[in-house]
Every structure is written in structure tokens, then in C-alpha cells.
């Protein structure tokens, strides 16, 4: 393909509450057996995007760790690769990321030393399947500096902590509010954009120059009247982990039949890296009902409407309803889980009862068997 490809993975996100706490947002586990940037990196390779760099910053030890082999996104190749660049001190700089644009501007030698005449801009923590070439054609097609991915949601959604966009009927952005208090459009931004590699390294340098930070504010806001800037609209699944409320509906939504088909089941394929884990173990009393069972699991006791990751053992009478059960966790005899997302590596004694009655609550023990 023409382009390059940069994710951005390197921010801390406080609505993600104990979850973020050791580990970067990118690197959620989503869907029993995928990390939240799986997404990005599979939908770069499904597009043929061969050269990818992932800008990673806060809590990345088990981001760069899922990182460290590119194989399994088809990034091992000779011309090309996968890049993970975090904050390096040299004797010009010695500042971690402040922002997007000045993650990109530390690592500007990367775009500066690749050929390609494009670039594809991601998150890693969108939950989505989108061909960049369809994006990349539609810039061609506008003569546009930027093209923004956008998505319509519903009324009823929560567009508060989006950016958030209005185009006129050629689809050109007019209005551009990051995270308004008020929302006056239900479109938002996916937080995938496209724009001309030796444009982009301008207006970095250009913001750097002038002590900003901030791809959005610094270049999509503040640039929007006087740059083409288009919006391609995707009408597909498309969902952003970035609260703990967001994070349990969108790996609910995966119980959904046609959800799990779209993503499971239609090419193209998301890829993550693979473990070598026996299948899941149902013992004699296990009861399980519209539910995700990760590899390595050995169920006991009752699973309703939940997703359990990899490695996690549910005891005797043990019952799991409308919960997240994250990896490596050991659920002790008669323990009652409902409404929950239980943290990796957790050992939760027997007899436990923890029920989130306002909302979703985050169950956090601090007897870990060993550290992350």
C-alpha cells in the first residue's frame, strides 16, 4: 500500500478507573482472547500496510511484551515491520509524550526516513474492522489535506467524551468540538485519519515550533477552516474502550450471535498472539449459558451471560452472571460474582459475594499469586 501506518498507544485514561492502573489502555483483553490493539494492527496488515510504528508510553510493559513478536500480525518481513517507540532521552529532548502531535514530533525520523506518500493515524483502543485503502481512495478521490473516520451514533449515546464533528453535504468538516459538554451533532471521530506524509511532518514541526501538542486541538481544530479537511463516514461495528462502562458493553457485545460473527467469522481476520493453552475444561456441575470461554479455563460452577479469559478457574457453586472475568483469575468454592469485571491475576477467596447494584464495579483483590 501507499502509506505508512502510526498507532497512537501511549495515554492514561483516569475513567478507566483500577483497570489502567497496571497496564496501558491499548493492551485491554477484549473478547476472551484478543488485546484492544489487535484491532489496529490487523486492520493495518489486512491493508496491506507494511511499515507500522505504535508510539507506546504509559503502563507498556505488557503492551510492548504482547509487542515483542510481529509474526502474528504478518509484520515479520524484510522491508517494512512493526516499530514501538517509547519516550527516549537524547540531548536535545527529554521529555515523555505530551501529547499526540509531540509523540509523533519525537519520532519524526520515522516518518521522515520512510518513502511511502501516506500516512494511517490510529488509536489502539478502537474495536473495529475497516479497509484503509477504501479510506485512503476516498482522500485521493477529494483532493483532501485530512480525512477523519467518522461514526454516526445513536441519540442515546454518550458523545460527550468523543470529538465531535459536523460536515456540510460534500462531507467537509465545518465544526470540530474535542469532548464538548454539550453535543449538538451525533457524529464523532474514530480517531483514524489520513493525511500526505511531507503535510503531516509540517504541521508537526510547525506545532512543535509554536509549543503544542495535541493532534486535534493543534491541528484538526485549529486548522479545519483553513485545510480540506473530509469526514468518511463507517457504518460497521465500531466501539472505543475508554471507560469501564465502555469497556463491559463492548465485550458484551460479543455475546451478540451477529457481532461475534462480523468479527470471528468474516474476512478479514483479527490476529493477536497466540498462546499454547489446552482447550477450556467444563467439569461434571459446570452450567454454562451465553458465554465466552477462553483457552486454559476450567469451569466448575454456573457462567451466565459473561466472558472469562484465559486461564481462569471458577470453583464449586461458584456463580458468574453479566461479568468479565479477566486472565488468570482463580475463583474460589461458593464465591457469587454478578455485574463485575474481576482484574487479572486475582485470587478471590471462597465464600466472596460482590454484586455491582450501581452500575459496574471493578473487583480488585490484593493477594496476587505472583506480580504481573
Known sequence: MRAIGIILAGGNNNRMRELSKKRAIAAMPVAGSFRSIDFALSNMSNSHIQKVAVLTQYNAKSLNEHLSSS???????????????????????????????????????????????????????????????????????????????????????????????????????????????????NTISTGVYVIRRRQLIELIEKCAQEDRHDFVKDILIRYKNLKRIYGFKIKEYWSNISTVEAYYKTNMDFLKPEVRDYFFHQYPDIYSRVEDLPPAKYNAGANVRNSLVSSGSIINGTVENSVLFKKVFVGNNCVVKNSIILNDVYLGDNTHIENCIVESRDTIRANSYYCGEDGVKVVVEKNERYVI
Not at 520515522?110 to 473495529?128: M, N, Q, R, T, W
Not at 461514526?151 to 464533528?165: A, I, L, N
Open 71 to 185: 509474526k502474528w500480525w504478518d509484520f515479520g518481513r524484510k522491508q517494512g515491520g512493526l516499530f514501538v517507540f517509547t519516550p527516549t532521552i537524547t540531548a536535545d529532548n527529554s521529555w515523555w509524550y505530551r501529547g499526540t502531535a509531540d509523540a509523533i514530533y519525537q519520532n519524526l525520523d520515522f516518518l521522515k526516513k520512510s518513502h511511502e506518500p501516506y500516512v494511517v493515524i490510529a488509536s489502539g483502543d478502537g474495536i473495529y474492522k475497516l479497509d484503509y485503502n477504501e479510506v485512503l481512495e476516498y482522500h485521493i478521490a477529494k483532493k483532501a489535506d485530512i480525512t477523519v473516520v467518522c461514526k454516526e451514533v445513536p441519540s442515546y449515546e454518550d458523545t460527550t467524551r468523543f470529538g465531535v464533528v459536523k460536515m456540510n453535504e460534500d462531507y467537509r468538516i465545518e465544526e470540530f468540538e474535542e469532548k464538548p459538554m454539550v453535543s449538538q451533532s
